[in-house]
């Protein structure tokens, strides 16, 4: 009797931490279906997005919108930092451009390669005249977990290297730069098609990193890991009672 206590004490604990384990995976396997569905909608909306010229955009146009029309880029370049294309760090060029005295917009004109050590920005000519722009609107573009604040912008210093979009701090350099105190940062960015001659490589843009079925898959493998742990809790179960 002594022993018994203690043998059923730890069946129990086995059968609570397998269950556990399985609620844990079958947690993640519905999450994962969370996400193909978000994908999924983002896709759809991607899909269904208007058209714009690019002088009729403004703070409350829908993401993914299709944007075409003319526009003169200005010098006053960012170059975002950490973007890797083609197994090759290097920068995204963002150029501002003026949608009326009170607005500007970023186009994304694609990736240039970045010198290792950083001591040479890459050279993003600005061209002089009027370019054609065709591409869709996105958020602005993000670099994994923020770190801190971005430090403030010099409005003399251009090109100037960043590596988190901050709207806020953007737009303050933008308004000290271009002497518009009033001046509004649309909060996206035009991701400039691979046609169109004003920009870099890389431009083989999409709203998502990989699509639903990916999630799937990864929900599947969540659902098959837990129903694992179950079978083989029963499975060592029923060994041992055989051995009793």
Same mark, same amino acid.
């Given at each position: 009797?002594?022993?018994?206590?203690?043998?059923?004490?730890?069946?129990?604990?086995?059968?609570?931490?397998?269950?556990?384990?399985?609620?844990?995976?079958?947690?993640?396997?519905?999450?994962?279906?969370?996400?193909?569905?978000?994908?999924?909608?983002?896709?759809?909306?991607?899909?269904?997005?208007?058209?714009?010229?690019?002088?009729?955009?403004?703070?409350?146009?829908?993401?993914?919108?299709?944007?075409?029309? $003319?526009?003169? *880029? %200005?010098?006053?370049? &960012?170059? /975002? #930092?950490?973007?890797?294309?083609? @197994?090759? +760090? =290097?920068?995204?060029?963002?150029?501002?451009?003026?949608?009326?005295?009170?607005?500007?917009?970023?186009?994304?004109?694609?990736?240039?390669?970045?010198?290792?050590?950083?001591?040479?920005?890459?050279?993003?000519?600005?061209?002089?005249?009027?370019?054609?722009?065709?591409?869709?609107?996105?958020?602005?573009?993000?670099?994994?977990?923020?770190?801190?604040?971005?430090?403030?912008?010099?409005?003399?210093?251009?090109?100037?290297?960043?590596?988190?979009?901050?709207?806020?701090?953007?737009?303050?350099?933008?308004?000290?730069?271009?002497?518009?105190? $009033?001046?509004? *940062? %649309?909060?996206?960015? &035009?991701? /400039? #098609?691979?046609?169109?001659?004003? @920009?870099? +490589? =890389?431009?083989?843009?999409?709203?998502?990193?990989?699509?639903?079925?990916?999630?799937?898959?990864?929900?599947?493998?969540?659902?098959?890991?837990?129903?694992?742990?179950?079978?083989?809790?029963?499975?060592?179960?029923?060994?041992?009672?055989?051995?009793?």
């Amino acid at each position: 009797m002594p022993g018994l206590l203690p043998r059923k004490s730890a069946r129990l604990i086995w059968l609570l931490l397998t269950l556990l384990t399985a609620a844990v995976f079958v947690r993640l396997g519905f999450w994962q279906l969370d996400r193909a569905d978000q994908k999924q909608q983002i896709l759809q909306n991607y899909a269904a997005a208007p058209k714009l010229q690019v002088a009729d955009i403004n703070a409350d146009t829908d993401l993914y919108t299709r944007v075409s029309g $003319e526009a003169v *880029l %200005l010098r006053q370049q &960012l170059l /975002l #930092d950490n973007r890797i294309y083609q @197994g090759k +760090a =290097g920068v995204h060029v963002l150029s501002p451009v003026l949608l009326g005295p009170d607005q500007l917009l970023l186009i994304n004109r694609g990736w240039l390669p970045l010198d290792p050590a950083r001591r040479h920005l890459p050279n993003a000519p600005v061209p002089a005249a009027a370019v054609k722009l065709s591409g869709r609107l996105a958020p602005l573009p993000q670099v994994g977990k923020r770190l801190g604040n971005q430090p403030e912008l010099d409005p003399a210093l251009w090109p100037q290297l960043i590596t988190y979009a901050d709207q806020n701090v953007i737009q303050q350099a933008y308004r000290r730069a271009l002497n518009l105190p $009033e001046l509004q *940062l %649309l909060p996206y960015v &035009l991701q /400039l #098609d691979a046609s169109m001659q004003a @920009g870099f +490589a =890389g431009r083989n843009w999409s709203p998502v990193n990989f699509g639903p079925k990916k999630h799937l898959a990864y929900a599947w493998q969540w659902f098959t890991l837990a129903l694992a742990v179950l079978v083989t809790w029963l499975v060592v179960t029923r060994k041992q009672n055989k051995q009793k």
